[in-house]
């Protein structure tokens, strides 16, 4: 009771430098919470990623293609329900910072296999009636104010040209976790121009998209779909789409601990920039830490005056910081950056993260003073005094 | 009828700095009795609150004997020193060491809560306390809104509110004006008077140590004769 109210006391007693001091606290908790969130936002589509769907790739490389008849042998393997394709488009609308991703499809059947895409009947049955029809998602089409008729112009890059698409159909994601900012168009469409021009060039897919009928025998699917294009001119790699996709998520793994270490830096840095206000705190008081012994209070309760006091701090620049988290978040969810990501919510666990360090945080700033002051001897302590 | 309530035989203390050896006081013998009032003189750096401090048991002596009421505090543990502290010696301070952050009033409780009274019992205490030292009607102030004088009185006051045995005063009115320091001497005469109080005063001043029933002059750590 009376050791909280001198703890409080204390705490408001250097107000600027309190304030300055959970500032800087309320700062590492929000970075440290959006960072975290950034990480699990990344791998967010990987782990949406059904396991029912599996994805064949050239084994050599994704830049390398294979030939679209090898969805008919395929079909004929066991397991296999549907077979559809998809190419990486790689088009420029307008800028170069609009970056989406845009897929040329199997228009006939790439949708059934994505359930998770809410598309209105009759919109997917424009979509697939009109060549030069596209199928975008909403965030995308909210983000530049697309409506179904708008007609987009692109510029191709891996296919050159300028290329126009007409918007038929605006899908929603079946929950946060869907990404709804693709772009799709028909593959037959672009498949026709570069073999007018490419002949050799045409009836190249990038991946099959596949549908299995039994999740569990995914492995051995995989594997007899590649056993069945062994020796062939494009030998495949087949994966679950998960697997695919934590595959993509590895390229930039290195992106994904540097992200991981700033975080952790963050934290860190304001722990010793709170150590730091703790001892100044601390220093300037050992005279009446010293009092305090006198009076026949015990080395270990003077620790635990700084030790609470660091904690109050903590506690403070913790509370605050997480409650901002969330805003901060959703906010950045709703920028044009955030809305590359499926989902950006701050999970639980990135809570409980912030909750831990804080708490690290309170301790460790408290252990060197808190040693300290209590070790002091009094009489050395009472020399302080003026 | 003498009660010899502090002994001292040959009490030595030297501090040590890097590897030699300081010697701060030499072969000091001294015995205070029961409800005396004694004054400590001497040139600076003499050693006067070196002593003071050993018998108040904040500092520990390097040799000799250090009896208080009976008791061989020098072979006390840190902990149990701190508790023969809190129940035998009240401390007053020349820059009377009061939190700042806390009232007079919750300045004077600092030392009751280290006792299992309950709270209306130390408010009774405080309130008879501060009463005593003239500060009744500040009790809810804080320490930069009082007088040097008065911030001594709540000193005062933090003190006694324990009921100690013995108390130890380093240059109390040393940071004083003539007229709070004659009132301060009035306390502790007071004190020692009406409620026996032992006191062992440390003072530059002639005149304040007049205030006392005895005194003793140190010089380069060892005791000189005394003078009355
Ligand atoms: N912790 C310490 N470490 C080393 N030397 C010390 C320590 N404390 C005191 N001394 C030395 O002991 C001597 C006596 O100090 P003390 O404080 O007892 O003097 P004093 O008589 O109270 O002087 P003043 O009137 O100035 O308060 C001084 O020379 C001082 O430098
Ligand atoms: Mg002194």
């Avoid at chain 2, 007229?179 to 530059?204: F, P």
Wanted: glycine share 8%; net charge neutral.
């Amino acid at each position: 009771m009376y050791y909280l109210k001198l703890i409080f006391k204390n705490v408001f007693r250097a107000k600027l430098r309190t304030a300055l001091t959970v500032t800087g606290l309320v700062v590492a908790i929000v970075a440290f919470g959006l960072l975290q969130t950034v990480v699990d936002a990344w791998f967010a589509g990987a782990n949406s990623a059904s396991s029912a769907r599996l994805v064949t790739r050239n084994a050599i490389s994704l830049v390398f293609s294979m030939p679209t008849y090898y969805r008919e042998r395929m079909r004929s393997i066991d397991g296999v329900k549907t077979v559809s394709y998809s190419q990486w488009f790689g088009g420029i609308y307008k800028e170069p910072s609009n970056f989406f991703p845009q897929f040329a499809v199997d228009h006939n059947n790439y949708f059934d296999l994505y359930p998770e895409f809410l598309i209105k009947p009759d919109e997917l049955l424009a979509f697939k009636r009109d060549r030069q029809g596209a199928i975008v998602g909403r965030k995308l089409a909210d983000q530049f104010g697309w409506k179904v008729g708008d007609v987009i112009p692109i510029r191709g890059t891996i296919f050159s040209g300028n290329w126009q698409f007409t918007i038929r159909a605006i899908f929603d994601g079946r929950d946060e976790t869907t990404l709804t900012r693709q772009f799709f168009m028909h593959w037959d469409y672009i498949n026709e121009s570069v073999k007018k021009r490419f002949p050799r060039r045409g009836d190249q897919i990038g991946v099959f998209n596949i549908l299995i009928n039994d999740p569990s025998r995914a492995a051995d699917i995989s594997k007899a779909i590649d056993a069945e294009f062994r020796n062939s001119l494009a030998e495949t790699l087949t994966e679950t789409e998960k697997a695919f996709q934590l595959g993509f998520v590895a390229q930039s793994e290195a992106i994904v601990v540097a992200i991981r270490v700033v975080s952790f830096v963050v934290i860190f840095i304001i722990m010793a920039v709170v150590a730091n206000t703790m001892a100044m705190t601390a220093r300037e008081r050992i005279a009446e830490y010293a009092t305090l012994k006198v009076l026949g209070f015990s080395p270990g309760y003077v620790a635990a005056l700084i030790f609470g006091e660091a904690m109050v701090l903590a506690f403070f620049g913790a509370g605050i910081g997480i409650l901002l988290t969330f805003p901060m978040a959703s906010g950045f969810a709703n920028s044009p950056a955030g809305a590359a990501f499926a989902s950006f919510a701050v999970s639980a666990s990135t809570v409980w993260l912030q909750v831990a360090c804080a708490v690290a945080v309170g301790v460790i700033a408290a252990l060197v003073p808190g040693w300290r002051s209590a070790r002091v001897k009094i009489v050395d302590g009472l020399r302080h005094v003026g | 009828m003498s009660d010899t309530l502090v002994e001292i035989k040959n009490l030595a203390k030297s501090y040590t700095r890097g590897d030699q050896d300081v010697p701060v006081l030499r072969d000091i013998t001294l015995n205070i009795d029961r409800g005396d009032f004694i004054s400590l003189m001497g040139p600076s750096g003499s050693g006067k609150s070196t002593l003071l401090n050993l018998i108040a048991g904040i500092d520990k002596p390097t040799g000799g004997m250090l009896r208080i009421d009976g008791e061989d505090i020098s072979k006390l543990s840190e902990g149990e020193l701190a508790d023969w502290r809190a129940s035998n010696i009240g401390f007053i301070f020349q820059f009377y060491n009061l939190m700042p952050v806390l009232t007079a009033y919750e300045n004077v409780e600092l030392p009751l809560l280290l006792t299992n009274l309950s709270r209306s019992e130390r408010r009774e205490r405080i309130e008879m306390t501060l009463n005593m030292v003239g500060l009744s009607d500040r009790m809810n102030h804080y320490p930069n809104e009082l007088s040097g004088g008065q911030q001594q009185r709540v000193a005062i006051a933090r003190a006694i509110v324990t009921d100690p045995t013995i108390l130890v005063c380093d240059e109390p009115t040393g940071d004083l004006d003539k007229q709070s320091a004659s009132d301060v001497l009035n306390m502790l005469k007071e004190l020692n008077n009406t409620l026996g109080k032992t006191i062992i005063m440390v003072t530059h001043d002639a005149h304040a140590a007049e205030a006392a029933k005895r005194i003793v002059h140190l010089e380069k750590g060892e005791l000189l004769d005394e003078g009355m």
